[in-house]
């Protein structure tokens, strides 16, 4: 990117190739010969290009310190590492377990709903702030294709950053505090093993709430060209959607609110599970983040782009 025009490597080379293929050539169908648009804008080059922006090198390694800043703190702090009882902050130095749970918990609030909005909320909106949307479509790579690629370039990187998190907290939780049983607040004491289970199955699991995330954050930044205001619209309804699930005159009400499961898979740190708030968490973001999904894909199926 200079000078406030940037233009797709993956798009340049695409035209490219079909130029290079007669292209004066017009088959029956009206279309350039040697043009195939399951061609273009492919996964792998649209990887690469992401992987090299400096947003997602400084977010992953955020995600890759953030372990560290954690165990940083709890030795300048005081921590017990015998206690048994308490909540996640307590617990934390228990074990690697309790660690990896601790560093789910304190991060789940903010910093995965903005990973998660980040990717996708700058993903489409970048390009029209960039000018290069429409030169993208003019190759031609079909819009529908357009919004699939960059969604599932997407979900891969905010996948790899949510996994990223729980196995350095572990690898660091591991050095620090051993392989220990993981403790519950409430008392319950669950195998390393198992627990190693648990946290796979939580990391699943909150991938999977936070798709509603996803779902906002594309459809705003179909319907914007500043990425800020997609990213940030998006993290803005996941904070007010937390606070009014704080407040409890909203009674039933507070079930319907995207991020009322958020927290859920703190179930699974248990001996005896309770799968039916989770069941809920996911069908919840399911329907949320379809939704926005086939919002995002009309709403930019039919816009008109300009820039």
């Known amino acids: 990117m200079h000078g406030g025009v940037h233009t797709d490597p993956a798009a340049l080379t695409e035209l490219t190739d079909v130029a290079s293929h007669e292209p004066t050539e017009v088959g029956p169908d009206g279309a350039v010969a040697g043009y195939r648009a399951d061609r273009t804008l492919r996964l792998g080059v649209e990887l690469k290009r ?18 560290f800043v954690l165990v940083l703190a709890f ?72 919004l699939r690629q960059k969604a599932i370039v997407s979900g891969i990187l905010s996948v790899a950053a949510l996994v990223l998190l729980p196995l350095v907290s572990l690898l660091v939780g591991l050095i620090w505090y051993g ?14 093993g198992k627990s190693l289970v648990a946290i796979g199955l939580s990391t699943v699991y909150v991938i999977a709430q936070l798709a509603w995330v996803a779902g906002l954050a594309l459809l705003l930044s179909v319907s ?74 009309r709403r930019f199926a039919t816009k008109d782009v300009t820039s």
């Open 50 to 67: 992401q992987l090299r922006r400096r947003r997602t090198q400084l977010l992953l390694g955020f995600v890759a310190v953030l372990p």
């Open 75 to 146: 030795e300048l702090g005081q921590s017990s590492p015998n206690r048994r009882s308490g909540g996640f902050v307590d617990l934390a130095t228990a074990s690697a377990p309790n660690f990896v749970v601790l560093a789910l918990f304190v991060s789940g609030t903010f910093l995965l709903p903005m990973i998660v909005a980040l990717f996708f909320g700058d993903t489409i909106a970048s390009e029209s702030s960039w000018s290069s949307l429409k030169y993208l479509l003019a190759i031609p790579v079909p819009r529908h294709r357009v």
């Open 179 to 192: 392989a220990g049983d993981a403790i519950s607040p409430t008392g319950d004491a669950v195998p390393f």
């Open 224 to 297: 914007t060209d500043a990425p800020l205001g997609a990213v940030g619209g998006a993290v803005l309804v996941a904070i007010l959607s937390q606070i009014l699930d704080q407040i409890t005159a909203l009674a039933g009400l507070r079930n319907y609110l995207p991020t009322h499961y958020s927290f859920s898979w703190i179930d699974l740190i248990s001996t005896d599970i309770d799968w039916t708030n989770i069941a809920s968490g996911l069908f919840s973001a399911a329907v949320y983040g379809t939704v926005f999904l086939v919002l995002a894909g």
